[in-house]
């Protein structure tokens, strides 16, 4: 009896022994399987990114291969009414062949010849609003209302108004290849906040689309600002991504919501876009922001995201025309004398007129207006490249970096200053 116990017992402490060393097995053939699912797991993401920098690198070749230079022909293919007084413009080349992929968030620049004016061309920029595509170039434009004083109001020589009243399908126009230093690089899959406001949505939208059509898994946050749904465009568009890319978080915010607008629906946050609402909705700040719209908007947003902590290499923005958001070291006068203590002046040698810089004045175009001295512009803002002007002698100093460098022994002067007495071209 007690030989049957301890044999029974024996058996016991052997099942038991057996159950954890079974257990132990189990366990690491549970984690071995769990490592080579991560291993594998990882293997997979490092394929990706590769094949999308392979991607990135053949569109990067196709890209400068398939770039011209100077102006050429474009076809309006489809011109869609968007709504809140946005018009979108489908253009195709009219050589028809094919075009060049661009960077998202990069713009065009157009000449076009105004009906008030037969004598000179007028160059505007505008952002392109769509990811790549070979067959068409989306931009879409917001018409400007006229002045409040009828009296000033000048349709006619409103671009914009130009483009939505006499830009129809089929018009021909004068287009420069993508350019811009604003845009978003899909080799990389850190987080980003893409922000737009009113029209400005524009270049952050074309990021947005970037992103979808890249297959890209990276995390995006999307705010739209605007005052209610009577300017909030491309409704079902966002909707769709909300719904389809588990990636991405769409926020519409409305400043001045309307009876008409529902919450939940039309839009999310009833305030305008700002970082104390950034502060509510992000897990973190440790994101790189892109941003673009009304120059208040853009200037509080700069301001206040660096006052967050945000690294100010993790801010990025597109600014066209004289708002251009100026950083810290460019919102500096620029000194009226040289380092040695020397005034400086700037001679316009074929208006024949000398002018005493003062610093006063953000930029040489700016002193060149002021004086009765004509330099062509078109951005204002060191994109377009049509306020370069040569240098006879002298040389200047960039308040900005410029989108597009010009030559050697010239100058954008739209957002450059003296460094030493200077003579240009003009």
């Known amino acids: 009896m007690v030989d049957n116990i301890v044999e029974i017992a024996s058996i016991l402490v052997l099942l038991l022994i057996a159950s954890y060393v079974g257990t132990l097995v189990l366990g690491n053939l549970r984690l071995a399987r ?8 990882e ?40 709504g809140g007084g946005i018009c979108s413009f489908y253009l195709r080349p009219h050589d028809k062949k094919k075009l060049p992929p661009f960077h998202p968030g990069q713009y065009l620049t157009f000449r076009l010849q105004l009906p008030n004016d037969k004598q000179a061309t007028t160059i505007r920029c505008y952002s392109l609003s769509d990811s790549a595509n070979q067959e068409f170039y989306r931009v879409s434009i917001k018409r400007n209302p006229p002045p409040r004083d009828a009296a000033k109001a000048n349709l006619a020589a409103s671009v914009s108004n130009f483009f939505h009243d006499q ?139 660096t006052a967050w902590g945000v690294p100010e290499e993790a801010v990025h923005f597109e600014a066209f025309g004289p708002a251009t958001i100026k950083k810290v070291a460019a919102q500096q006068a620029a000194p009226a004398t040289t380092e040695a203590g020397a005034a400086i002046s700037v001679t316009f040698a074929t208006s024949g007129k000398v002018v005493p810089w003062d610093g006063k004045v953000a930029s040489l175009l700016e002193l060149a207006e002021s004086n009765g001295v004509s330099i062509a512009s078109g951005c204002r803002a060191g994109n377009c490249g049509t306020c370069v002007t040569a240098i006879k ?11 597009e460098k010009p030559e050697a022994g010239s100058c954008l002067t739209c957002i450059s200053v003296p460094k030493v007495d200077l003579v240009l071209n003009a």
Not at 34 to 41: I, K, P, S, Y
Not at 195 to 214: D, E, F, K, Q, R
Not at 241 to 246: D, S, V
Not at 393 to 403: A, F, H, K, L
Request: charged fraction near 25%; proline fraction near 5%.
């Open 34 to 41: 769990a490592a080579t699912g991560g291993v594998e797991a």
């Open 393 to 403: 002698s002298g040389d200047v100093r960039y308040i900005r970096e410029p989108g």
């Open 43 to 82: 293997r997979k993401l490092l394929d990706v990114r590769v094949a999308g920098l392979v991607q990135q690198q053949l569109l990067e070749r196709e890209r400068v291969e398939s770039k011209w230079n100077g102006f050429r022909k474009f076809e309006v293919w489809k011109k869609i009414e968007e």
């Open 167 to 305: 830009i129809n399908f089929g018009a021909i126009l004068d287009v420069k290849a993508p350019a811009g230093g604003f845009w978003l690089d899909l080799t990389h899959h850190t987080p980003i906040v893409l922000i737009g406001g009113g029209v400005g949505v524009t270049p952050v939208l074309s990021m947005l689309n970037a992103v979808a059509a890249s297959h890209s898994t990276r995390e995006v946050w999307f705010f739209y600002g605007v005052r209610n749904k009577a300017e909030h465009i491309m409704r079902e568009h966002f909707a769709m991504m909300e719904r389809e890319y588990p990636n991405f978080h769409i926020n519409i915010c409305y400043s001045e919501p309307t009876k008409d607008c529902v919450a939940g629906v039309d839009y999310q946050h009833a305030e305008r876009v700002s970082v104390e609402l950034f502060k509510k909705v992000l897990p973190s700040n440790n994101y790189h922001f892109y941003l673009c719209g009304p120059p208040p908007m853009m200037t509080s947003l700069y301001e206040d995201l």
